[in-house]
């Protein structure tokens, strides 16, 4: 391990370990059930960006989608549960690779926690379980991508200890459902 990937584990450990007065007390993290996708998608319709494009009141693609990645041994959706409500998700998917002498990474995906647990911790401790499990299943690498006019969240995964030393791209297909 290098002196930076010693640097960044310490930093992700350190946000989970300071969550907060009961940013870790009582909450679970686990791997998300059919189930809980309801209020997988209301969190992810709860936030600036997803407002416009989630639709929580048809749950039929995302079921047809969860169903994909459940049935996908690299990819899982994890939750944080507190006293039986979700209160958080994720999504997680590892990627098999040839570059970095044929490493495998871990990919971090929307990343939400509901309004009333936010600014406690349960964030950090999200994506410090994720990193665990990425360390778990041999990845050398965690990486995430965050929207460019999301500047708290870049803060936050700064103080995780992620380093922003890419530059993503997208390009939008057409939804072929449509």
Same mark, same amino acid.
């Given at each position: 391990? %290098?002196?930076?990937?010693?640097?960044? %584990?310490?930093?992700? /450990?350190?946000?989970?370990? =300071?969550?907060?007065?009961?940013?870790?007390?009582? !909450?679970?993290? /686990? *791997?998300?059930?059919?189930?809980?996708?309801?209020?997988?998608?209301?969190?992810?319709?709860?936030?600036?960006?997803?407002?416009? *494009?989630?639709? &929580?009141?048809?749950?039929? &693609?995302? /079921?047809?989608?969860?169903? /994909?990645?459940?049935?996908? @041994?690299?990819?899982?959706?994890? !939750?944080? $549960?507190?006293?039986?409500? !979700? !209160?958080?998700?994720?999504?997680? %998917?590892?990627? @098999?690779?040839? =570059?970095?002498?044929?490493?495998?990474?871990?990919?971090?995906?929307? $990343?939400?926690?509901?309004?009333?647990?936010?600014?406690?911790?349960?964030?950090?401790?999200?994506? =410090?379980?994720?990193?665990?499990?990425?360390?778990?299943?041999?990845?050398?690498?965690?990486?995430?991508? =965050?929207?460019?006019? #999301?500047?708290?969240?870049?803060?936050?995964?700064? #103080?995780?200890?992620?380093?922003?030393?890419?530059?993503?791209?997208?390009?939008?297909?057409?939804? &072929?459902?449509?």
């Amino acid at each position: 391990m %290098t002196g930076r990937d010693a640097d960044s %584990t310490r930093s992700v /450990r350190a946000e989970a370990a =300071s969550a907060g007065a009961d940013g870790g007390e009582g !909450v679970a993290i /686990r *791997r998300a059930s059919a189930d809980d996708l309801a209020a997988v998608v209301a969190l992810l319709a709860d936030d600036v960006r997803g407002a416009d *494009r989630e639709t &929580p009141g048809d749950l039929a &693609p995302y /079921r047809e989608a969860f169903a /994909r990645i459940d049935a996908d @041994p690299w990819t899982l959706v994890a !939750v944080a $549960v507190r006293g039986g409500a !979700v !209160v958080g998700t994720l999504q997680l %998917t590892y990627l @098999p690779g040839l =570059s970095h002498r044929g490493a495998t990474r871990a990919q971090i995906e929307a $990343v939400r926690v509901a309004a009333g647990e936010r600014g406690r911790g349960l964030g950090g401790r999200m994506v =410090s379980w994720a990193v665990e499990q990425a360390r778990t299943r041999g990845c050398r690498m965690v990486q995430l991508t =965050s929207d460019a006019a #999301r500047a708290d969240a870049h803060r936050f995964y700064t #103080r995780l200890g992620f380093a922003a030393t890419h530059v993503g791209f997208k390009l939008a297909l057409e939804d &072929p459902r449509a």
